[in-house]
């Protein structure tokens, strides 16, 4: 866990876990490049002796590490939630099945899911960190620059405590007659970069852009939580105008606390699938929900 310093920043304190630090320095490692990522990653491991790598399983390092367990005689596995003494849990078929397993091979390197653990505690310490001297290898690809969202504008957050779901009925005809969507984005927005809370949506709301209808402009494909969308980790969910159907719920089977807002007291929810049901008109809840949250930060 970060440590807040006197002055107010944080800093991590993972210089006090009695690990070797070892690191490798320089321009070409700068950027997300497969020829660079996987030479440092060797070099480190061959450095270290480990028998054992874990990573986080990001895209940049579920894309060089498999090549380095090659090139290292070991072996790798992805997607791991839990690793304890000699084994690691992972899943498989978008978290349907979940196995334990162990592995005779070394080095073991093993990629863990952001946010499926807990971080490490303890307090600042001055860590000497070794720096290898690795000779950058040939590379055919240069990076020009990184197109990225602002990070206010980025709401799909694997380490955030709470996830935020919307569902279809924010674009639907509510009881006055109307269809409420910009103010149902401005809720929703203003809810997640409020709390810090990841937004997750249900199929219904993000395949409305396909079928021509007003949709809310920030939701893709990617915040889909369910059957055929993510698994998300997260100590508690909050669903809010999502009927709470078997093929969106079983994407819910990681979030330990789950609550639902929906207008029907007879919805998926009410039926075992949610610890609290709040039988509630969504856009009043997060109205209010605003209020007590203050004044906008970064929304
Ligand atoms: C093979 C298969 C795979 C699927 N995979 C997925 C998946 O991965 N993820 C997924 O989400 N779905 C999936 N589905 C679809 C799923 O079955 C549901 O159709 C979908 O989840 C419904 O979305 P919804 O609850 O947002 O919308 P709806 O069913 O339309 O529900 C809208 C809800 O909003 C409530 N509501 C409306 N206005 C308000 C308000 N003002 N305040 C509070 N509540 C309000 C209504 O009471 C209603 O319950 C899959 C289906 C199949 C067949």
Not at 149 to 155: G, P
Not at 287 to 299: C, N, T
């Amino acid at each position: 866990m970060p440590w807040k310093r006197s002055d107010g920043w944080w800093q991590p304190v993972i210089g006090g876990c009695g690990a070797r630090f070892l690191a490798v320095e320089g321009e070409p490692y700068s950027v997300s490049r497969y020829a660079t990522d996987a030479a440092a990653a060797e070099a480190l491991i061959r450095a270290s002796g480990a028998a054992l790598a874990i990573a986080p399983c990001t895209h940049r390092w579920q894309r060089a590490l498999p090549g380095v367990a090659q090139r290292v005689g070991g072996a790798i596995d992805t997607h791991a939630v839990d690793i304890s003494p000699g084994s690691v849990r992972r899943w498989y078929y978008r978290q349907r099945i979940e196995v334990t397993l162990a592995r005779a091979a070394t080095p073991w390197i093993i990629l863990r899911e952001p946010g499926s653990g807990d971080p490490w505690q303890g307090v600042p310490a001055q860590a000497t960190v070794e720096r290898l001297d690795v000779t950058p290898p040939a590379t055919r690809t240069q990076v020009e620059g990184i197109e990225a969202q602002a990070a206010s504008q980025q709401t799909i957050r694997p380490d955030a405590a709470l996830l935020f779901v919307a569902g279809a009925g924010w674009t639907k005809k509510q009881k006055d007659g109307a269809v409420r969507t910009s103010e149902a984005s401005e809720l929703i927005l203003q809810f997640v970069n409020r709390t810090g809370a990841s937004l997750g949506s249900s199929k219904s709301l993000v395949d409305q852009s396909g079928e021509g209808q007003a949709v809310l402009p920030f939701l893709t494909h990617l915040h889909q939580v369910g059957q055929t969308g993510s698994t998300p980790r997260h100590r508690k969910g909050l669903a809010s105008c999502c009927h709470g159907e078997e093929p969106h719920v079983v994407g819910w089977r990681f979030v330990n606390e789950r609550r639902a807002i929906n207008l029907d007291p007879n919805c998926g929810w009410a039926r075992g699938k949610a610890d609290v049901l709040y039988v509630a008109d969504a856009f009043e809840v997060l109205r209010e929900a605003a209020k007590a949250l203050g004044q906008p930060g970064a929304d």
